[in-house]
C-alpha cells in the first residue's frame, strides 16, 4: 500500500512512526504546509525513500491530486485541520483512490436557533457524496482516529457481543494529564478544539434525531479507569454522535469531554473577543484569522511530550439490556504518556489517536474490512479491530458498571 | 499655535474637537496612520484649513520630522500608543518643537527613564517635553500638586484612583480605551514607591480596595495597575507612598488574565502561516474601536487622586477627581466619555503654553508646574474638579 498522509503534525507523526515497523506500507508520502517539519519528521524516521516529503497547501485540491498521482498512492490519510476535509476528501474522489480522515467535514450552526437545532452537520458534505463513492468502488472511512474511531467501533461491539437491547451510547473522553511548565497548554491542535468546542454540542434520540444544546451543557461526574478518577465532563460537538445512530440501534448518543474549568474558561474568553474566529481579518493592513494567531501563540502539542505526564482515556459507555437484565459497560482505551513517549516517542494523546486509522490500514490491505462508499468505523466487524489492538500496543478495557 | 496631531482615534479626535473651540490654535495637523480614519475626523470639524490632515506612519522619525516641517508646527501632541514614544520624541527633538504625550514607555520603574535621561538636552537646545498630559496620568499629576501646594502641609500617601459605571450595549466585550494599552498596563507587574525603597513592583491586580467615588459611581473595587502617576509624581512631590488602583471588574481582570496566560497580550510579531503579526494587535482588531463605541456607551468615570497628610498639625484626607457623564460629551462633543476626558487635558495645557502661564525647559511632567491656573480653566473646558474631604 502507498499513502499520502496530508499533515505532519503529532498526529502525523505518530502514523509515520508507528507505520515504520509495518512492511506492508509500501511508501508513506508525508505532505506538509511547513516543509521543515515534515524534513523534521523525515529524519526521525530515517527512511528517505519510504518516507518522502513533499509541501503541501491543503487548501487546494489540485495540489493534493497532483501528490497522490505522482506517488501512484492507494490511500489519502487526512491529518490536518478538518477545516481542509472537503478538498482533501475530493482531492481522493477525482484521482480515484481510497480515502480515511480522523474527524468530518464542519458544521454550521443554525442560523436562528443554533443552540436546539442542528443545521449543516459534521459530515453531511461527506455523507451526501457516499452514493457517488459507492459508484465509483471507492471507500471513504470517516471518522477513523479514537475519537471518533475507536470508540466508534466499541459501540458497533457493544450492540453485536454485548447486548440484546440499548437504551444510551455516551462518549465519556477524560484524562490526567499534566504538562510541566506551562500555564496554559491543550495537548491536541487547539484549532479542533476551539471548533468542538465552541460549537453548539450535538445529541441524537431516536424521536428527536439530531439536536443541539449550549456549550459545556450537562456536566456529569463520570469515574475514568486505570487511576484517572473523577472528572466533570460536559456535551461537545463531536463525530461520534452523527456517526453511530447510522449503524447501531439506540436511543440515545451523547459525547461528553473532561475539559476542566481552566479550559473552558478560556475557551469562553475566547469566544467573547471573537479570538476563536477562522477568518480571516484585517490586522492593520495584513489579512489574517485571530484563530490562526491563537494556535501560533502556543506551544505546539507535537513537542509537548516530554514535558507531559499522566493517562488519556477514551471510551463508550452503553446502557442497555442484556437476557432480560439491566447492564452498563464501559469500553475503554487508556494511553499512558510516559509509555507512548518510550514506545513511539510521541506523547499520549496523538499517539492514541494516530494508531487506529494504522490498524484501520492493515485491516482494509489484507482484505479484513471490505466496502465502498463513504462510511464510519461502526459499518465493519469490529472483532479484527479490537483483536488487533494490543498487538498495536493500544489495548482495549472493558468495565461493567 | 500650530501643532501636529499623531493619531487620531478616540483621545486624538477629543483634543481635536476640543482644540477647534479655542482662538489661538491657528492649525492643527490631524496625522494617522490610517488616512481615512483622519478624514473622518476632519469633516466632524467641517474647517479642513484649520486641521489639514496627512498620513504619517509614527514609527519612521524622517517621515514625522519631514510632515512637522511642512506644516511648521511647533508643537507634536502624541496620542498614539506609547511604543511610538522614542521616534515622536526624538522627530520633535530634531524639529526642534515642544512635546507632548499622554502615557509613557518603559517597564514599571524604568518608565519615562530613556526620555527623563535626556532632560539636560533638551534644556540646552531650550526645548520642552511634557511627559503624561491626559487624565490619568495628566489632570491627576495636576490634583497631587494642587494638594501639596495649597491643600496639606504633610503629605504622607498620594492613590490615584480610576473608576467607571460605564456600561456598553450590545457587545459581550469591549475596552473603552485603547485595548493595546490596556492589556500593557493591566498586565505588566503594577509598582508602588515608598520613601526609603524607591519603586518597587507588586503582583497583578493585588491590594484589591473598596473606594467609593463621587457623583453616583458608588463603592467600586481598585486594584494596583501599572501607571505613570507612581513614577511621575515622586520626582516632584515629596510623598511617602504613592499608588495607582483602577476599577476593574472581575470579568475583565479575568480576560486580562486568559490574554496574558496565552500570550496574546505580546506586542512582538509572530509567524502565523505566512504573515507575521502581534498577538495584541489581533486582539484590538477583534474588538471594536474605543471611538465607534460612543451610541452604545452609558454612564460615568471618574479620575482622581486620593491624598492623606496633615494640614496646621491636624491630618486630613482630600479625593480630587473629575468625573464626565458619558450623555453629556457625547451630546455636546459626540465624543465618548474615557476617550474625551483624556483627550481634552492636552487642550489645556497648550492653552496654558500658549498664554504663558506655563513655562520651562527640559523634559518635565505636570507636577512640575503650577496647578492653580490649570484648575482655574477646568470648568471652562467643561471638565470641572471636584474636591471632596474624606
Given at each position: 500500500m502507498k499513502v499520502l498522509v496530508v499533515g505532519a503534525g503529532g498526529v502525523g507523526e505518530a502514523i509515520a512512526r508507528m507505520t515504520k515497523p509495518r512492511a506492508w506500507v509500501e511508501q508513506m508520502v508525508l505532505a506538509d504546509y511547513n516543509l521543515e517539519r515534515a524534513k523534521e519528521v523525515q529524519a526521525k524516521l530515517g527512511d528517505d525513500q519510504r518516507f518522502p516529503?513533499?509541501?503541501?497547501?491543503?487548501?487546494?485540491?489540485?495540489m493534493v491530486e497532483e501528490l497522490a498521482r505522482k506517488y501512484g498512492v492507494n490511500l489519502i490519510m487526512n491529518a490536518v485541520d478538518p477545516v481542509y476535509n472537503e478538498k482533501v476528501f475530493d482531492a481522493a474522489f477525482n484521482v480515484g483512490v481510497n480515502y480515511m480522515d480522523m474527524a468530518m467535514t464542519l458544521s454550521r450552526p443554525h442560523p436562528e436557533d443554533p443552540f436546539n437545532k442542528s443545521y449543516v452537520k459534521l459530515g453531511d458534505y461527506q455523507f451526501e457524496k457516499s452514493k457517488q463513492w459507492e459508484e465509483r468502488g471507492l471507500l471513504a472511512l470517516v471518522g477513523l482516529g479514537v475519537e471518533p474511531g475507536v470508540a466508534d467501533v466499541y459501540a458497533r461491539y457493544a450492540q453485536d457481543h454485548l447486548f440484546d437491547e440499548i437504551d444510551e451510547i455516551g462518549i465519556r473522553d477524560g484524562a490526567n494529564l499534566v504538562i510541566e511548565g506551562y500555564e496554559f497548554a491543550p495537548n491536541f491542535s487547539i484549532w479542533t478544539t476551539i471548533e468542538e468546542c465552541l460549537n453548539p454540542p450535538v445529541i441524537w434520540e431516536q424521536d428527536k434525531g439530531w439536536f443541539t444544546t449550549e456549550p459545556f451543557s450537562e456536566p456529569e461526574v463520570f469515574e475514568f479507569p486505570d487511576g484517572i478518577g473523577k472528572i466533570e465532563v460536559v456535551n461537545v460537538e463531536h463525530e461520534e454522535v452523527l456517526l453511530i445512530p447510522r449503524w447501531v440501534k439506540t436511543k440515545r448518543v451523547t459525547f461528553k469531554y473532561g475539559l476542566g474549568d481552566q479550559f473552558i474558561g478560556v475557551l469562553k474568553t475566547l469566544k467573547m473577543l471573537g479570538l476563536d474566529n477562522k477568518e480571516p481579518i484585517n490586522v492593520k493592513g495584513i489579512k489574517v484569522a485571530p484563530r490562526d494567531v491563537v494556535a501560533a501563540c502556543l506551544p505546539n502539542p507535537a513537542y509537548l511530550g516530554d514535558k507531559m505526564s499522566g493517562k488519556t482515556c477514551a471510551g463508550t459507555w452503553v446502557k442497555g439490556k442484556k437476557d432480560g437484565k439491566e447492564k452498563q459497560v464501559y469500553l475503554y482505551q487508556v494511553a499512558d504518556n510516559a509509555e507512548c513517549m518510550k514506545t513511539w516517542g510521541c506523547q499520549a494523546v496523538v499517539a492514541q489517536v494516530a494508531f487506529s486509522p494504522l490498524l484501520a490500514m492493515d485491516l482494509v490491505e489484507h482484505g479484513q474490512w471490505k466496502g465502498v462508499g463513504v462510511l464510519g468505523p461502526e459499518s465493519f466487524d469490529p472483532l479484527p479491530f479490537m483483536d488487533k489492538m494490543a498487538e498495536y500496543g493500544f489495548p482495549y478495557g472493558i468495565k461493567e458498571m | 499655535m500650530k501643532v501636529l496631531l499623531v493619531g487620531v482615534g478616540g483621545v486624538g479626535e477629543a483634543t481635536a474637537v476640543m482644540a477647534n473651540t479655542r482662538p489661538w490654535l491657528e492649525k492643527m495637523v490631524l496625522a494617522d496612520y490610517r488616512l481615512d480614519r483622519a478624514k473622518t475626523v476632519q469633516t466632524?470639524?467641517?474647517?479642513?484649513?484649520?486641521?489639514?490632515?496627512?498620513?504619517?506612519?509614527?514609527?519612521?522619525?524622517?517621515?514625522?520630522?519631514?510632515?512637522?516641517?511642512?506644516?511648521?508646527v511647533e508643537l507634536i501632541l502624541n496620542a498614539v500608543n506609547v511604543d511610538f514614544v522614542p521616534p515622536l520624541f526624538e522627530a520633535a527633538y530634531q524639529a526642534g518643537c515642544t512635546y507632548m504625550d499622554m502615557a509613557m514607555n518603559g517597564l514599571g520603574a524604568k518608565m519615562g527613564k530613556d526620555e527623563f535621561a535626556a532632560h539636560d538636552k533638551w534644556v540646552e537646545k531650550g526645548l520642552l517635553a511634557i511627559r503624561g498630559t491626559g487624565a490619568d496620568p495628566g489632570m491627576s499629576d495636576v490634583f497631587a500638586r494642587y494638594a501639596c501646594d495649597y491643600l496639606f502641609d504633610e503629605i504622607e500617601e498620594i492613590g490615584v484612583r480610576d473608576g467607571a459605571t460605564l456600561e456598553i450595549e450590545g457587545v459581550p466585550f469591549a475596552s473603552t480605551f485603547s485595548i493595546s494599552d490596556t492589556l500593557e498596563e493591566c498586565t505588566v507587574p503594577?509598582?508602588?514607591?515608598?520613601?526609603?525603597?524607591?519603586?518597587?513592583?507588586?503582583?497583578?491586580?493585588?491590594?484589591?480596595?473598596l473606594f467609593e467615588f463621587p457623583e453616583g459611581i458608588g463603592p467600586l473595587e481598585c486594584v494596583n495597575v501599572e501607571h505613570e502617576e507612581v513614577v511621575l509624581i515622586p520626582r516632584w512631590i515629596k510623598t511617602k507612598r504613592v499608588t495607582f488602583k483602577y476599577a476593574l471588574d472581575k470579568d475583565f481582570i479575568n480576560v486580562m488574565q486568559v490574554l496574558a496566560m496565552l500570550g496574546l497580550n505580546s506586542k512582538e510579531p509572530i509567524e502565523v502561516k505566512g504573515v507575521r503579526v502581534a498577538p495584541a494587535d489581533v486582539v484590538a482588531a477583534c474588538l471594536p474601536a474605543p471611538a465607534a463605541l460612543g451610541d452604545r456607551m452609558r454612564g460615568k468615570t471618574c479620575v482622581g487622586t486620593w491624598v492623606k497628610g496633615a494640614k496646621d498639625g491636624k491630618s486630613r484626607q482630600v479625593y480630587l477627581y473629575q468625573s464626565t457623564d458619558h450623555a453629556f460629551c457625547m451630546e455636546k462633543y459626540g465624543c465618548q466619555a474615557v476617550s474625551w476626558q483624556t483627550g481634552v487635558n492636552p487642550v489645556i495645557v497648550m492653552e496654558l503654553l500658549a498664554e504663558g502661564k506655563w513655562q520651562g525647559r527640559g523634559v518635565l511632567a505636570c507636577e512640575a508646574f503650577d496647578a492653580a491656573p490649570y484648575m482655574a480653566k477646568m470648568a471652562d473646558f467643561d471638565l470641572p474638579y471636584g474636591i471632596l474631604e474624606m
Open positions: 516529503v513533499e509541501f503541501i497547501d491543503a487548501s487546494k485540491q489540485e | 466632524k470639524l467641517g474647517d479642513s484649513e484649520r486641521f489639514p490632515v496627512e498620513q504619517l506612519d509614527a514609527g519612521n522619525v524622517d517621515h514625522i520630522i519631514r510632515t512637522a516641517r511642512n506644516h511648521q503594577p509598582i508602588v514607591y515608598e520613601e526609603g525603597k524607591g519603586i518597587f513592583s507588586v503582583e497583578p491586580f493585588s491590594e484589591p480596595e
